[in-house]
């Protein structure tokens, strides 16, 4: 088990490579094309869609949480 010193140092790096992560696609989107991003969005999107439908259909995840979970999602 970590000690309190060694957590807090693991959350500050994760909190700074998270906000790394922030402001390189913050740049990217302002750098490129809104379609260009978009489109690898949705390419990320459908992947993890396919992923889930996938573990469901094979029995490694429960497809009745996963399809409520997915429901929620869609209707925000």
Same mark, same amino acid.
């Given at each position: 088990?970590q000690?309190?010193?060694?957590?807090? &140092? #693991? @959350?500050?790096?994760?909190?700074? /490579?998270? *906000?790394?992560?922030?402001?390189?696609?913050?740049?990217?989107?302002?750098?490129? &094309? #809104? @379609?260009?991003?978009?489109?690898? /969005?949705? *390419?990320?999107?459908?992947?993890?869609?396919?992923?889930?439908?996938?573990?469901?259909?094979?029995?490694?995840?429960?497809?009745?949480?996963?399809?409520?979970?997915?429901?929620?999602?869609?209707?925000?």
């Amino acid at each position: 088990m970590q000690n309190s010193t060694a957590f807090e &140092d #693991d @959350q500050r790096r994760n909190m700074e /490579q998270r *906000r790394a992560m922030i402001k390189r696609w913050a740049k990217y989107v302002r750098t490129h &094309d #809104d @379609q260009e991003w978009s489109r690898q /969005q949705n *390419r990320l999107i459908n992947s993890q869609l396919q992923s889930a439908n996938d573990m469901a259909a094979s029995g490694e995840t429960d497809p009745v949480r996963f399809a409520a979970a997915r429901d929620r999602i869609r209707d925000r």
